[in-house]
């Protein structure tokens, strides 16, 4: 259900974005239509053989610098070590083994996560495998010889990463509780919602242990049914830079929104939505997750009636490409609409699960045909022969046609509101995949 996270860390300079880059390469899926989504990007979704993974790129950590950058810099890849799964530590070997390397490494010991000890721009083995075996004095294993900008020794690294996957993969399928994510800029009131759902729902909390330190996943029963919350409100670190803590709060997100089914993103209502709050809601977007945006403060709003149209006129336009998230307005301070929430979420699940029959779908399909001839190229019509459901979470439809290049980002997004028309599925996205077949 959710992907291992690897995060690189290391000191300043040894060449983590250059290994970052040739992983992520051309893989990163940029949604045309997602603003700020892709900007100063520091995760990345990665395949390798059989594993899909998410990789976080960490700032240098100094371990013991005052510089309040490098001092940011390091509580930014701390957060990254708690999030990860697997940590691949990243050295340089022409620096040689320095007393950085060795505090960089008591610190990652503690965290008793895998590591991966990685010697980075051996761009030779053979002249410099010699300077290589010095890292064994860290005491973290083999070292790995790579060069992140020549492209070499990286499959061997990331056999080592992957071999300390599955099992925990493995585990979280058993799961099939409903997650809800509650993601969002810090300081937003997503404690505060959860607090009050808690309170509402009088259950006996317990706390399972969350993946990361902040990040705690709470159990609540409403109405005989059993849901995961997945709170990412553990956020506020005693950074005072902001920009960081944008950073670190995408981290957290990407963790959060790996695990869930649902995600609640909170925007203050007193700010309105930010560029930020668009980052977070791309992330939860690019993943097919269903999406429920709360809008929270709302009792400390002086309102007329245009208020609401206005709120939600300009949050459908800053997230443009996601027309099909539900919208509330909500309270956490005097409960205003919160049992409504809950009321969302449990519609966004059973929608973001739907299944249609194939019949129904062709029926769908030859009417909007019928109703808008598909585009042509060069004298050559798009033709459309055929669409099946092939899963769910989010829903994912192949449509087979005559020529791949012919059908649109335009004309699929037609189809698609013509199934919305139908069904609805509001709340979650529905994923399209064009394949060719041959008229006969």
């Known amino acids: 259900m959710s992907k291992p996270i690897v995060a690189i860390v290391g000191r300043p300079n040894v060449g983590k974005s250059t290994l970052f880059n040739a992983l992520a390469g051309e893989k990163i899926s940029i949604v045309q239509d997602?603003?700020?989504?892709?900007?100063?990007?520091?995760?990345?979704?990665?395949?390798?053989?059989?594993?899909?993974?998410?990789?976080?790129?960490?700032?240098?950590?100094?371990?013991?610098?005052?510089?309040?950058?490098?001092?940011?810099?390091?509580?930014?890849?701390?957060?990254?070590?708690?999030?990860?799964?697997?940590?691949?530590?990243?050295?340089?070997?022409?620096?040689?083994?320095?007393?950085?390397?060795?505090k960089v490494a008591d610190m990652l010991r503690r965290s008793k996560k895998p590591i991966v000890l990685v010697v980075n721009k051996v761009d030779s083995f053979e002249k410099?495998?010699?300077?290589?075996?010095?890292?064994?004095?860290?005491?973290?294993?083999?070292?790995?010889?790579?060069?992140?900008?020549?492209?070499?020794?990286?499959?061997?690294?990331?056999?080592?990463?992957?071999?300390?996957?599955?099992?925990?993969?493995?585990?979280?399928?058993?799961?099939?509780r409903p997650r809800i994510a509650?993601?969002?800029?810090?300081?937003?009131?997503?404690?505060?919602?959860?607090?009050?759902?808690?309170?509402?729902?009088?259950?006996?909390?317990?706390?399972?242990?969350?993946?990361?330190r902040d990040a705690i996943d709470t159990e609540i029963v409403r109405n005989g049914t059993e849901?995961?919350?997945?709170?990412?409100?553990?956020?506020?670190?005693?950074?005072?830079i902001k920009e960081d803590i944008e950073r670190y709060s995408i981290i957290r997100t990407v963790s959060a929104v790996e695990r869930c089914n649902v995600a609640v993103l909170v925007i203050d209502a007193t700010?309105?939505?930010?560029?930020?709050?668009?980052?977070?809601?791309?992330?939860?977007?690019?993943?097919?997750?269903?999406?429920?945006?709360?809008?929270?403060?709302?009792?400390?709003?002086?309102?007329?009636?245009?208020?609401?149209?206005?709120?939600?006129?300009?949050?459908?336009?800053?997230?443009?490409?996601?027309?099909?998230?539900?919208?509330?307005?909500?309270?956490?301070?005097?409960?205003q609409r919160l049992p409504k929430l809950f009321d969302t979420i449990d519609a966004v699940i059973e929608n973001h699960s739907l299944r249609v029959a194939t019949g129904v779908l062709n029926e769908i399909m030859t009417e909007a045909v019928?109703?808008?001839?598909?585009?042509?190229?060069?004298?050559?019509?798009?033709?459309?022969?055929?669409?099946?459901?092939?899963?769910?979470?989010?829903?994912?439809?192949?449509i087979f046609v005559n020529d791949k290049e012919l059908m649109h980002f335009s004309y699929t997004r037609y189809i698609e509101n013509r199934i919305r028309e139908s069904f609805g599925f509001r709340g979650t996205p529905l994923k399209f995949i064009i394949r060719e077949r041959k008229d006969k």
């Open 34 to 102: 997602t603003p700020g989504v892709t900007r100063d990007r520091i995760y990345a979704d990665v395949s390798w053989l059989d594993y899909n993974f998410t990789l976080i790129d960490t700032g240098g950590i100094e371990p013991e610098s005052d510089n309040i950058i490098l001092k940011s810099m390091r509580e930014q890849a701390e957060i990254a070590i708690d999030t990860a799964d697997v940590i691949l530590f990243m050295t340089d070997v022409r620096q040689g083994m320095v007393d950085d390397d060795a």
């Open 128 to 176: 410099f495998m010699p300077d290589v075996y010095e890292f064994y004095n860290l005491g973290l294993g083999d070292p790995m010889p790579i060069s992140g900008a020549s492209r070499l020794g990286i499959g061997d690294m990331l056999d080592a990463v992957a071999a300390h996957f599955d099992e925990s993969a493995k585990n979280e399928e058993e799961d099939e």
């Open 182 to 212: 509650i993601i969002g800029k810090p300081n937003v009131g997503k404690s505060s919602i959860i607090n009050k759902l808690l309170g509402e729902e009088r259950v006996i909390v317990s706390d399972i242990a969350g993946t990361t």
């Open 227 to 240: 849901y995961v919350l997945i709170d990412t409100a553990g956020l506020r670190k005693k950074s005072k």
């Open 271 to 335: 700010e309105g939505i930010t560029d930020q709050d668009t980052k977070i809601a791309g992330i939860a977007h690019e993943r097919g997750k269903g999406m429920i945006i709360a809008v929270n403060k709302w009792d400390a709003i002086e309102k007329d009636d245009k208020t609401i149209y206005r709120f939600t006129e300009e949050i459908r336009n800053k997230l443009s490409y996601m027309p099909y998230a539900e919208l509330i307005f909500i309270s956490a301070k005097s409960g």
């Open 370 to 398: 019928a109703m808008q001839q598909p585009p042509s190229d060069k004298g050559k019509r798009l033709k459309l022969f055929y669409i099946t459901q092939v899963s769910v979470k989010p829903p994912t439809f192949v």
